[in-house]
């Protein structure tokens, strides 16, 4: 099975700055899709932002510009950079990885969460 490992997440003041890593490992031939989603009481999870094995990326709208999504393909490991937060940010964090296996499967794994919070 794969395993992801998150951190970075914590409390910051509004206009400040966190950077959350997930690190996959496990039986892992190939990731293709890396992601953020995120989760705030009372509110449907939402997609922050996705990065193709290519670097293609996306952000939702209300992160762009202040959310950068990346990766190192050789240590299966995938950050997100978040400046200027909000308090709408406020959230729990979760990572995503989608790939193959060494058995030659399609699997799809979710980190445990990291909780983010904002102040205003």
């Known amino acids: 099975q794969v395993q992801l490992v998150e951190s970075g997440g914590g409390l910051v003041q509004a206009g400040g700055s966190l950077r959350l890593s997930c690190a996959a490992s496990?039986?892992?031939?190939?990731?293709?899709?890396m992601g953020w989603y995120r989760q705030a009481p009372g509110k449907e999870r939402e997609l922050v932002a996705f990065?193709?094995?290519?670097?293609?990326?996306k952000y939702a709208d209300s992160v762009k510009g202040r959310f950068t999504i990346s990766r190192d393909n050789a240590k299966n490991t995938v950050w997100l950079q978040m400046n200027s937060l909000k308090p709408e940010d406020t959230a729990i964090y979760y990572c995503?990885?989608?790939?193959?296996?060494?058995?030659?499967?399609?699997?799809?794994?979710w980190g445990q969460g990291t909780q983010v919070t904002v102040s205003s």
């Open positions: 995503n990885v989608d790939g193959t296996t060494t058995l030659g499967t399609d699997f799809g794994s």
């Open positions: 496990g039986s892992i031939y190939s990731i293709n899709i």
């Open positions: 990065i193709s094995s290519g670097g293609n990326t």
